[in-house]
């Protein structure tokens, strides 16, 4: 019975530590204004907690990333079509590239966070490497698509958080405008439906 107790509050003050971090990051003006101490002490819980929980804030922010990507993961993996399997090639692409568009807009700050930590390659991460797997071999369905890796890559290039967080912050784009320029953006590139 004794090793249940610390799983369970390990459990608890991770999954506390989530949520307040979601939380922070959601309100936050920039990613960098939200700090491990912000966290820590909207969770409930010790520094020591969140950095044994974690190891750092890179730790951190690719835990919270993965929690809110899971659904999105789950439905192009899983789901129905357009996003999951069983619809055509060129019409699956477009649902997925907008799917983490979509996503990029309604988490940017955390996915900036993410992006800006510089501690390794962003095209070397789990979420990136699945989305790139899976275009790729979509791609390679494509009639006339001559190079399905190097494609993949400029497609998702269209979805970074900075370039996402420009357009909408910067230059003033709306979720509907730029979901409808990265779909012509796509169908352009991928060329006539069949």
Not at 5 to 31: G, I, M, S, W, Y
Not at 43 to 65: I, S
Not at 103 to 130: I, M, V
Request: glycine share 6%; net charge negative; proline share 6%.
């Amino acid at each position: 019975m004794a090793d249940r107790r610390p799983r369970k509050d390990a459990a608890r003050n991770r999954a506390a530590v989530l949520a307040a971090a979601d939380t922070l990051f959601a309100r936050c003006e920039h990613p960098d204004d939200v700090t491990m101490a912000d966290i820590a002490a909207a969770a409930g819980v010790g520094k020591g907690t969140l950095f044994r929980a974690f190891g750092d804030r890179t730790g951190l922010l690719r835990a919270l990333y993965e929690a809110r990507l899971e659904p999105v993961r789950a439905s192009a993996e899983e789901g129905p079509p357009p996003l999951g399997p069983g619809s055509p090639p060129r019409r699956r692409v477009l649902a997925l590239l907008d799917a983490v568009l979509c996503f990029k807009l309604d988490n940017r700050h955390l996915a900036l966070a993410l992006e800006q930590t510089g501690d390794a390659s962003p095209y070397r991460t789990d979420h990136y490497e699945r989305w790139h797997a899976l275009l790729k071999e979509l791609l390679e369905q494509v009639p006339g698509e001559a190079d399905a890796d190097f494609t993949a890559h400029a497609l998702l290039a269209a979805t970074r958080a900075d370039l996402v967080a420009h357009l909408a912050d910067a230059s003033g784009l709306s979720r509907e405008e730029m979901r409808s320029r990265l779909a012509e953006f796509a169908a352009r590139t991928l060329g006539a439906d069949d």
